[in-house]
T-cell receptor, first 114, second 111 residues
Framework: DAGVIQSPRHEVTEMGQEVTLRCKPISGHNSLFWYRQTMMRGLELLIYFNNNVPIDDSGMPEDRFSAKMPNASFSTLKIQPSEPRDSAVYFC????????????FGSGTRLTVV | DQQVKQNSPSLSVQEGRISILNCDYTNSMFDYFLWYKKYPAEGPTFLISISSIKDKNEDGRFTVFLNKSAKHLSLHIVPSQPGDSAVYFCAASYYGNKLVFGAGTILRVKS
């Protein structure tokens, strides 16, 4: 199993541009999570899906952020328009919904907005 | 509102000695606690966990202690090794719900 796959690994974009981050969860996992890591706040949960349905998006910072999971093997996190304060590492994780916290994380996407 | 707090941003320990990483939480509904380890340029990986019905769980060099009355847990690493140098995240959940993470503690083990 290749694990959770995120792309791109690094993204540098100009302020105001649209950014799309991608995630392929582990096959068979039915929960998917998007986290953001910053120095100040550590790992923040942005949104999570169960069986492709968004369950909790209370962590999404504002309307500029949106996430989709069109099928069990793919999810996107989009920022439009991007701002310098969005610069962070974004992680995707997946798990079985009945698992007691056994998340598997991807390697992350380091986003820099200049 | 940080429900899971790791108040020490960093910790430096000599190789062979004990490393103790601390974590406090505010939500009394949390019933499952985990520690994750993260190396640079990698995602966090699961290290050890403990259910609220226990007060200690041990796995090799790693032991997690839970004090429910104080809403405090700690991770002990004995003996510490240079390869343990990483960021350690404390996390908590309730009823199998989403994980809430702390801000992390950078551990440096000096040889």
């Amino acid at each position: 199993d290749a694990g959770v796959i995120q792309s791109p690994r690094h993204e540098v974009t100009e302020m105001g541009q649209e950014v799309t981050l991608r995630c392929k969860p582990i096959s068979g996992h039915n929960s998917l999570f998007w986290y953001r890591q910053t120095m100040m706040r550590g790992l923040e949960l942005l949104i999570y899906f169960n069986n492709n349905v968004p369950i909790d998006d209370s962590g999404m910072p504002e309307d500029r952020f949106s996430a989709k999971m069109p099928n069990a093997s793919f999810s996107t996190l989009k920022i439009q328009p991007s701002e310098p304060r969005d610069s962070a590492v974004y992680f995707c994780a997946s798990s079985f919904s009945t698992s007691l916290g056994g998340y598997t994380f991807g390697s992350g996407t380091r986003l820099t907005v200049v | 509102d940080q429900q899971v707090k790791q108040n020490s941003p960093s910790l430096s320990v000599q190789e062979g000695r004990i490393s103790i990483l601390n974590c406090d939480y505010t939500n009394s509904m949390f019933d499952y606690f985990l520690w994750y380890k993260k190396y640079p340029a990698e995602g966090p990986t699961f290290l050890i966990s403990i259910s609220s019905i226990k007060d200690k769980n041990e796995d090799g060099r790693f032991t997690v202690f839970l004090n429910k009355s104080a809403k405090h847990l700690s991770l002990h690493i004995v003996p510490s090794q240079p390869g343990d140098s990483a960021v350690y995240f404390c996390a908590a959940s309730y009823y199998g719900n989403k994980l809430v993470f702390g801000a992390g503690t950078i551990l440096r083990v000096k040889s």
